[in-house]
């Protein structure tokens, strides 16, 4: 995979590539939008924790496919205020410390989603 920086336009300002060049004949892994919900139901306090866990659910997808976190192209991230974007910023640059080669990505603020304790939800989109 080619991170995509071109000249000429402003350079992303977080931890993320403009775009992604996916290898001739690489298969695709997508994933569901993932929660901050735990194996045993609960959901952790703040935009930080909520983030961390949804980003070890999407290694666990990830890894069932036969891909890590270096194969994702692409996350989407939504969260349900901007209060809450600093607190994804810092999980998702934990997850993405020590890569090489950034995805690209999207964060959106939304009104909510099915409960009201979710604060964040994070979809990948890998290419192995």
Do not use: K
Not at 2 to 16: C, D, E, K, T
Not at 60 to 71: K, Q, S, T, V, Y
């Amino acid at each position: 995979m080619r991170m995509l920086q071109p000249g000429g336009i402003a350079p992303p300002f977080a931890r993320y590539a403009h775009g992604v060049e996916t290898p001739a004949g690489a298969r695709l892994v997508a994933t569901s939008g993932q929660l901050g919900l735990a194996a045993d139901g609960t959901v952790p306090e703040g935009a930080e924790a909520q983030a961390a866990l949804c980003f070890a659910n999407i290694d666990a997808i990830l890894a069932e496919a036969g891909a890590d976190r270096r194969h994702v192209l692409r996350l989407n991230a939504y969260v349900t205020g901007r209060q809450h974007m600093a607190g994804y910023m810092a999980a998702r640059d934990a997850w993405l410390a020590g890569g090489e080669r950034l995805p690209a990505s999207t964060l959106v603020i939304v009104s909510g989603f099915t409960r009201p304790e979710f604060v964040v939800e994070i979809e990948a989109l890998a290419a192995v």
